[in-house]
């Protein structure tokens, strides 16, 4: 019966042991009842799973086989706790950060489906269990602990389905014993977000993980200049903490910011978000529009132009290129002060215009500010006269 012919060959490259081939001669051979005993079947699966897939070399890594141990260890334990004070977790009206972690649990979903369909399950995994465990660590700590009780129900029964086909030992005994489900997991039907994934949820989730980590980054910065590290580590001294952080927001691009940035729509970009026109500065140089910028605006636009296209676009996507953020980002700010309070340990931070003049300064992070790019200025209290 032709019908029941392979339809495709599925193919892999070497097998590796801790990115050397494996060979007796070597003496890392390792066979599967020698990791299942050493490791589990489930950390061995989980490893297995992140060794690579098609034609790449697959590497079996002893280190992420035994650090899945504990990271098994630690969801057990973090799921117990959770579910005993399930009924303790507030409950209702989800806010702003609940809906965008939910919104989360419905892109894994999606994700993960793609890579078990392909058969591509280093992308499933990190679906279903890296991204998953990052997802718990950081709604913990952008609600300061103070999680909603459906966002983490849902998250574990989610996680359970979908990381069954790679660690169904574990999830099982997660999905009976903890969770207290009568049936099977490997019953359970494939979770369906109840509503498409929300893409500006989405983009707002990636915005306020990079503005929390540029905010850290500068605020170390600031305290610890360059040249002054050295100096300040000899003298003994405590790097001096601001008082106060100005956030500096812009509402949309300067006029020959977006003449640049329409220009830049219409470049072709390949598989790596890099222009296929890899002379692409000469035609911006040569547009039209630029010619007859003024010549201070010139001196500006042309690196604007390298920059949103070798730093931004490279990273973003075209998204990057967009005349004006699909939401709030001023207000989604304010939302979040509490957050940036906690991460940045300075009580007093305001969110402020980019386009209007500000009594304490920030000239040059005003100036430096876009949209989905604020800069922020950090102030110290002058001592009091003696």
Same mark, same amino acid.
């Given at each position: ?83 005993? #004070?399930?009924?303790?977790? #507030? +409950? ?96 359970? #039907? ?5 509503? +498409? ?18 905010? #850290? ?53 390949? +598989?790596?978000?890099?222009?296929? !026109? ?78 209007? !003049? ?29």
């Amino acid at each position: 019966d032709s019908s029941l012919w392979p339809q495709a060959f599925y193919c892999n490259g070497h097998v590796m042991v801790d990115a050397e081939k494996m060979s007796k001669s070597k003496g890392n051979f390792l066979t599967l009842e020698e990791a299942i005993g050493t490791y589990s079947a489930d950390a061995t699966r989980i490893a297995c799973a992140d060794s690579g897939d098609g034609l790449q070399d697959a590497n079996f890594s002893r280190e992420t086989a035994a650090k899945s141990i504990l990271r098994l260890t630690t969801l057990q334990a973090w799921a117990e706790d959770m579910v005993a #004070r399930l009924p303790t977790l #507030r +409950a209702g009206e989800m806010t702003f950060l609940d809906e965008i972690f939910d919104n989360e649990i419905s892109s894994a979903i999606e994700r993960a489906h793609e890579g078990y369909t392909s058969m591509v399950y280093s992308d499933a995994l990190r679906a279903a269990w890296f991204d998953m465990e990052n997802l718990r660590s950081q709604y913990s700590i952008l609600t300061n602990r103070d999680v909603h009780a459906d966002v983490i129900r849902r998250f574990l029964e989610v996680q359970m389905v979908t990381l069954s086909p790679i660690a169904p030992h574990f999830c099982e005994y997660l999905w009976q014993k903890v969770l207290g489900k009568q049936s099977l997991v490997i019953d359970a #039907r494939w979770p369906t977000p109840t509503k +498409a994934v929300d893409k500006v949820l989405v983009r707002q989730y990636e915005l306020i993980q990079g503005i929390l980590r540029s905010l #850290r980054l500068k605020l170390d910065k600031f305290m610890t200049p360059k040249g002054k590290k050295k100096k300040q580590k000899a003298a003994g001294a405590a790097p001096q903490k601001p008082s106060k952080a100005v956030i500096f927001v812009a509402r949309g691009y300067k006029p020959f910011q977006q003449d640049i940035l329409r220009l830049l729509q219409g470049f072709e970009l390949d +598989a790596e978000n890099s222009p296929v !026109d890899k002379n692409f500065m000469r035609v911006v140089k040569d547009a039209d529009v630029v010619k007859a910028m003024a010549k201070e605006d010139v001196k500006k636009a042309m690196p604007f132009a390298s920059a949103m296209m070798n730093k931004e676009v490279k990273v973003r996507g075209p998204e990057a290129l967009e005349l004006e953020l699909p939401f709030d980002e001023a207000g989604m700010l304010e939302s979040l002060l509490d957050v940036i309070r906690r991460q940045l340990g300075i009580e007093d931070i305001e969110v402020a215009d980019a386009e209007a !003049d500000h009594p304490l300064g920030g000239k040059n992070e005003r100036a430096a500010a876009g949209p989905g790019n604020p800069q922020v200025a950090f102030f110290v209290d002058e001592p009091a006269p003696a």
